[in-house]
């Protein structure tokens, strides 16, 4: 099984091909580029966690001042830095770095993003609680997160197995109403919620927060 200092590793094997999957829900991954737009602004400095290849930090850094993307695989992040490069685009870094240690100063930033990155992160409330630190006063915590519990109950039996085989990397069971618990105690208050798949049921949560204790939406 993939132990904690096997995580990166993984990562980087995998890099080249993931560069080159296909979005399989491009009209849900649209929907939520176009949600996450709505909350940022071209004056806001923004973190994105996870970003793996750069794709996303891509389409959002022409609509923000500055945009640091951090993943803890130097191979994903060499790929990005390439597709930045042949882009030209002068306002999108990016830099290795694990979740756990956001990148730059304390409450430093107007929006941190986390895409399809919470289940794959082993301490969940400790990643929150850092992503709260690295905003700024009122800023947004955006998110889009697989709540594995709320799929195929046999993905319990698979994913050990192929974590076992090397084949999988290490994921946690969780359900929205969880996450957004975790969140809230993390300091958040919720402002929105969604789904953005195209099929009748998407596991994939959207979530948009905001640094500071309030009534949820």
């Known amino acids: 099984m993939l132990r904690r200092s096997d995580d990166a590793g993984f990562w980087d094997r995998i890099a080249p091909k993931y560069a080159t999957d296909t ?61 930045a490069a042949a882009r030209e685009y002068t306002n999108a870094q990016f830099m290795i770095a694990a979740p ?14 986390a895409f399809n990155l919470l289940h794959l992160v082993r301490d969940r409330a400790f990643v929150l609680r850092q992503v709260h630190q690295a905003l700024k006063p009122a800023g947004f915590f955006i998110s889009k997160t697989p709540c594995l519990s709320e799929m195929n109950p046999l993905l319990r039996l698979a994913v050990p197995v192929a974590q076992w085989l ?47 204790a309030g009534q949820s939406a």
């Open 23 to 83: 979005i399989k829900d491009m009209a849900g991954y649209e929907r939520s580029l176009d949600q996450t737009r709505r909350w940022l602004s071209a004056s806001d400095t923004v973190l994105e966690l996870g970003c793996g290849t750069g794709t996303t930090a891509l389409r959002l850094a022409p609509h923000v001042h500055n945009l640091l993307a951090t993943d803890l695989s130097s191979g994903m992040i060499t790929i990005a830095r390439e597709k």
């Open 166 to 212: 090397g084949k999988a990397p290490h994921v946690a069971f969780f359900d929205a109403v969880a996450l957004e618990d975790e969140m809230i105690d993390a300091g958040f208050t919720i402002l929105e919620r969604t789904r953005h798949g195209s099929g009748r049921k998407d596991p994939r949560i959207f979530l948009v927060a905001r640094k500071g």
């Open 100 to 113: 756990e240690i956001p990148a730059g100063p304390e409450a430093g930033f107007d929006a941190v993003l």
